[in-house]
């Protein structure tokens, strides 16, 4: 199922101009607690000048290079130690500032250069900025877009870049312009959804300015006008919201509603990424999807049964041997719990796919327990009620079991009957038992 639109994902190249990353690093304070790492801004902007590196506040959050290579952190150590050695002579109480701003950038410029060289050594051939891990790739398919200019990309000419965790394109002049931070970045620092519908706070409070990119909005015409992020709420310009259209989670969960919403490049690269992390319990979300989604109400009934299934498979050398709970590799948080899905299984449970797909390993595991494999059949129950010689499983249908002893019985007996448990019963009688 197409959860949001397709992109043209051609292989990335991209040449790196030393000189163009160079004049625009943007290199900032680590640790903001530390009155050591706080110059006054401006001795910050002068040095900055100085050593060629632009600062830009909307484009550079706190911790980031531009400096990446190896040969670049080298001149920039170097540069920073012979400004070090020229006021190293002067006693100023400005010299003093400047001294102790230049050894806190020079100590972030060496930790940098000692991280890059204890990487493995495919890593060290990526170039990273923003969070971005970008490699130099070859254009293989025409029609790949900038994402930061939306130009297009003449892979055949130039050389460009794309990020290998969140799929980023852009030119190489274009690397040190970029300010969106990498998708995956966000996944793994906070990888959970927004789940209010469309969390719209206004243009106000942007400043009528561009989410991302901080753009002024200027409303001369249609292509001018703010693009509003469906998942966010928030408003984009038209280079970075190319009316791109994803599943909603938030829709999705208080509204099953599936149908795709444009969302800003930021939003849609997240949205990807986590698609498939299994991180919404719907049962504390929306409890009554349930009862009113016919479709999941079995597919959750089918994985409480594969739960009831997987004790009886991991005391059985038979069901290790054959690794019969691999078949649901794919989906491993279904042998984990009942109540947690990812937005891939709620979307395949839309569409058909998932019940017809959990169907499938729920008939295999029943086969192997009730038919083909006698310890496991011999850990069925036998209905006390009725003296049936049938023997039954807490996953059969119309079974029910004692809340207390974990006994199995038919339904309709268990309904019928008015005494207390048979097996809860006879445990009651054993400590008297054993008193007398």
Same mark, same amino acid.
């Given at each position: 199922?197409?959860?949001?639109?397709?992109?043209?994902?051609?292989? %990335?190249?991209?040449?790196?101009?030393? =000189?163009?990353?160079?004049?625009?690093?943007?290199?900032?304070?680590? %640790?903001?607690?530390?009155?050591?790492?706080?110059?006054?801004?401006?001795?910050?902007?002068?040095?900055?000048?100085?050593?060629?590196?632009? #600062?830009?506040?909307?484009?550079?959050?706190?911790?980031?290079?531009?400096?990446?290579?190896?040969? #670049?952190?080298?001149?920039?150590?170097?540069?920073?130690?012979?400004?070090?050695?020229?006021?190293?002579?002067?006693?100023?109480?400005?010299?003093?500032?400047?001294?102790?701003?230049?050894? /806190?950038?020079?100590?972030?410029?060496?930790?940098?250069?000692?991280?890059?060289?204890?990487?493995?050594?495919?890593?060290?051939?990526?170039?990273?900025?923003?969070?971005?891990?970008?490699?130099?790739?070859?254009?293989?398919?025409?029609?790949?877009?900038?994402?930061?200019?939306?130009?297009?990309?003449?892979?055949?000419?130039?050389?460009?870049?794309?990020?290998?965790?969140?799929?980023?394109?852009?030119?190489?002049?274009?690397? %040190?312009?970029?300010?969106?931070?990498? /998708? %995956?970045?966000?996944?793994?620092?906070?990888?959970?959804?927004?789940?209010?519908?469309?969390?719209?706070?206004?243009?106000?409070?942007?400043?009528?300015?561009?989410?991302?990119?901080?753009? &002024?909005?200027?409303?001369?015409?249609?292509?001018?006008?703010?693009?509003?992020?469906?998942?966010?709420?928030?408003?984009?310009?038209?280079?970075?919201?190319?009316?791109?259209?994803?599943?909603?989670?938030?829709?999705?969960?208080?509204?099953?509603?599936?149908?795709?919403?444009?969302?800003? !490049?930021?939003?849609?690269?997240?949205?990807?990424?986590?698609?498939? &992390?299994?991180?919404?319990?719907?049962?504390?979300?929306?409890?009554?999807?349930?009862?009113?989604?016919?479709?999941?109400? =079995?597919?959750?009934?089918?994985?409480?049964?594969?739960?009831?299934?997987?004790?009886?498979?991991?005391?059985?050398?038979? /069901?290790?041997?054959?690794?019969?709970?691999?078949?649901?590799?794919?989906?491993?948080?279904?042998?984990?719990?009942?109540?947690?899905?990812?937005?891939?299984?709620?979307?395949?449970?839309?569409?058909?796919?998932?019940?017809?797909?959990?169907?499938?390993?729920?008939?295999?595991?029943?086969?192997?327990?009730?038919? !083909?494999?006698?310890?496991?059949?011999?850990?069925?129950?036998?209905?006390?009620?009725?003296?049936?010689?049938?023997?039954?499983?807490?996953?059969?249908? !119309?079974?029910?079991?004692?809340?207390?002893?974990?006994?199995?019985?038919?339904?309709?007996?268990?309904?019928?009957?008015?005494?207390?448990?048979?097996?809860?019963?006879? !445990?009651?009688?054993?400590?008297?038992?054993?008193?007398?």
């Amino acid at each position: 199922t197409t959860w949001y639109d397709k992109e043209t994902e051609g292989k %990335n190249p991209v040449c790196s101009d030393i =000189n163009i990353i160079t004049k625009s690093c943007c290199l900032s304070v680590e %640790n903001e607690d530390d009155e050591y790492y706080k110059p006054a801004d401006e001795i910050s902007q002068e040095i900055d000048t100085e050593l060629g590196l632009s #600062e830009n506040h909307f484009s550079r959050p706190e911790g980031y290079f531009c400096f990446t290579t190896t040969e #670049e952190l080298e001149m920039a150590i170097e540069r920073c130690k012979d400004m070090i050695r020229v006021i190293a002579v002067d006693n100023g109480e400005k010299s003093k500032d400047r001294k102790k701003y230049l050894v /806190a950038k020079l100590v972030q410029l060496k930790l940098k250069l000692q991280k890059i060289n204890e990487a493995p050594a495919n890593l060290q051939d990526l170039t990273v900025v923003m969070g971005h891990n970008f490699e130099l790739r070859s254009l293989e398919r025409p029609q790949q877009y900038c994402e930061k200019c939306c130009g297009i990309i003449w892979g055949v000419m130039k050389n460009w870049y794309r990020c290998v965790d969140c799929g980023f394109k852009c030119h190489s002049k274009c690397l %040190n312009l970029i300010t969106r931070i990498c /998708a %995956n970045t966000k996944v793994l620092e906070n990888g959970i959804y927004e789940l209010c519908l469309c969390p719209e706070s206004g243009l106000s409070q942007q400043k009528f300015r561009c989410a991302e990119c901080k753009k &002024k909005f200027i409303f001369k015409n249609d292509a001018c006008l703010p693009r509003q992020c469906d998942y966010n709420g928030l408003y984009y310009c038209s280079r970075c919201h190319w009316n791109s259209i994803s599943v909603i989670p938030a829709r999705v969960i208080h509204n099953w509603d599936f149908t795709p919403k444009k969302v800003c !490049r930021a939003s849609l690269q997240f949205l990807r990424l986590m698609i498939k &992390k299994p991180i919404l319990n719907i049962e504390s979300l929306n409890p009554t999807l349930f009862a009113f989604i016919t479709e999941l109400g =079995n597919i959750k009934k089918l994985r409480q049964d594969i739960l009831v299934m997987k004790k009886y498979f991991l005391t059985c050398h038979a /069901a290790l041997e054959e690794k019969l709970l691999l078949q649901l590799k794919d989906r491993q948080h279904f042998v984990e719990s009942s109540d947690i899905y990812s937005l891939q299984d709620l979307i395949d449970a839309s569409s058909g796919h998932l019940f017809t797909y959990l169907e499938k390993v729920h008939s295999t595991f029943i086969t192997h327990i009730t038919l !083909r494999c006698q310890g496991c059949r011999g850990k069925g129950f036998i209905c006390e009620l009725c003296k049936s010689e049938d023997v039954i499983f807490p996953f059969d249908p !119309r079974t029910d079991i004692c809340c207390s002893c974990s006994s199995v019985f038919h339904q309709d007996c268990y309904l019928r009957w008015e005494g207390p448990c048979p097996k809860c019963a006879r !445990r009651g009688k054993l400590p008297v038992a054993a008193s007398n």
